[in-house]
């Protein structure tokens, strides 16, 4: 178990704001709020509930948030970016891994099959996808949830393994997770990538159905982290290590099934998920759906890699996104030795490298600690690429 926190005075009419978009990997948020860590922390969190990533990110840049449950891409492309005025963001920990999955219509999914595409091969399933844009004439319309994603960028990445003209067959349009079934319900598009709850919501309602997880083009990806505005991050070094550790607290928590059904119940409230969790009522899988292989702690699910950082960076260059990262960049932006602060205080062990060769791994493994050796998951990536941190 994370050790329980050092009481810390707390200073009257100083409050966190942290934003959150209602999606299954908010969790970690609001379960710390709803069991009382930030409490018992010190801490004063104000949880704000945000419709899109776009509102998210311009709150943040604002400074209306101090920070906020971030794609794991974000917090890079509002550091670097060279389409907008630059926002500097620190990361010192991921929220969880994995949870998106590719789901195409009800009516595009036997088309595919036909075609050729298998479950368990992504590339097969990419190609059968050119092939039947290729045969009716027309562009095949899919959805990320934003361009600056993890969807976005493993959905491009899908496609692209098809081969180099895959991409003229295949438009991929910005829809907000809370309107992707509505998307689905009007014909606008055909498929999509986006996170839990959405996915098992489209199975449940014979909207779509799951063709690939995440997990199957980045393995064990960061998919969420906490992202703090650089500047708040500097000003309140000990706050930030407190907020870690009420997270680690939370994500622990959250891996535990004993407490899923207490999950469902809170997720379930308006000012949360709301009837997104309560549509799925009676689905098998409930909360998790085992074919995307969602999880909050465990294998050193929270450690910020810095190679896993640079690989973003790398599919973000590669869609024009972001100019290329030097490994310099990356390391003014994510701070695993923020985290290893606070883990340590938490009793947990963390690597002792920031960095390790990304794509080498097919399970998972274990690497030396701080203390003792310590597991950290299989991190494969679509058509068996290696990625070596440069720095």
């Known amino acids: 178990m994370v050790a329980d ?18 999606l299954l990997d908010s969790a970690p948020l609001i379960i710390a709020h709803e069991l009382g860590l930030f ?9 704000v509930r945000e419709g899109s990533w776009a509102s998210l990110r311009d709150k943040v840049s604002f400074g209306l948030l101090d920070g906020a449950h971030m794609l794991a891409p974000m917090p890079l492309a509002m550091s670097l970016a060279t389409d ?8 010192a920990m991921v929220l969880s891994r994995n949870g998106n999955g590719i789901t195409v219509s009800t009516s595009l999914y036997p088309k595919l099959v036909s075609a050729g595409a298998d479950r368990n091969d992504p590339l097969a399933s990419a190609r059968a996808l050119v092939d ?11 959805a990320s949830v934003a361009p600056w994603s993890s969807h976005d960028l493993q959905l491009r990445d899908w496609v692209a393994s098809a081969g180099p003209d895959a991409r003229q067959h295949i438009q991929i349009v910005p829809v907000s997770p809370i309107q ?4 689905f319900r009007a014909g606008a598009i055909e498929g999509c990538c986006v996170g839990e709850p959405w996915n098992s919501l489209l199975e449940w309602q014979d909207l779509g159905v799951i063709l690939h997880a995440g997990h199957q083009i980045w393995q064990n990806s960061p998919e969420k982290v906490l992202g703090m505005r650089q500047d708040w991050a500097e000003q309140h070094p000990e706050i930030h290590r407190r907020l870690i550790r009420v997270l680690l ?18 997720l379930s409230d308006e000012r949360y998920l709301g009837n997104q969790v309560q549509a799925l009522d009676g689905h098998p899988f409930s909360l998790f759906h085992p074919r995307l ?28 996104q972001l100019d290329d990262a030097s490994a310099e960049d990356i390391r003014t932006i994510v701070k695993p030795a923020i985290f290893r602060e606070a ?12 960095a390790k060769t990304e794509g080498n791994h097919y399970l998972s493994h274990v690497i030396e600690g701080r203390e003792g050796p310590v597991n950290v998951a299989g991190d494969t990536l679509i058509g068996e690429q290696i990625h070596r941190w440069p720095g």
């Open 5 to 22: 926190p050092i009481p810390l005075h707390r200073r009257k009419g100083f409050k966190l704001r942290l934003g959150f978009v209602p």
């Open 39 to 47: 409490f018992r922390e010190g801490l004063d969190v104000e949880l």
């Open 84 to 91: 907008r005025p630059r926002v500097p963001i620190t990361t």
């Open 132 to 142: 039947v844009a290729q045969r009716r004439g027309s562009p095949i319309q899919l």
């Open 180 to 183: 992707m079934m509505d998307a």
């Open 249 to 266: 607290r939370a994500c622990q928590w959250l891996d535990d099934p004993d407490h899923h059904p207490a999950l469902r119940d809170i």
């Open 293 to 320: 292989h969602q999880h909050f702690f465990r294998d050193s699910a929270n450690f910020p890699w810095l190679s896993q950082a640079h690989w973003l960076t790398t599919r973000l260059a590669r869609w024009g």
């Open 343 to 354: 883990a340590r205080d938490a009793g947990i062990d963390t690597p002792k490298v920031d």
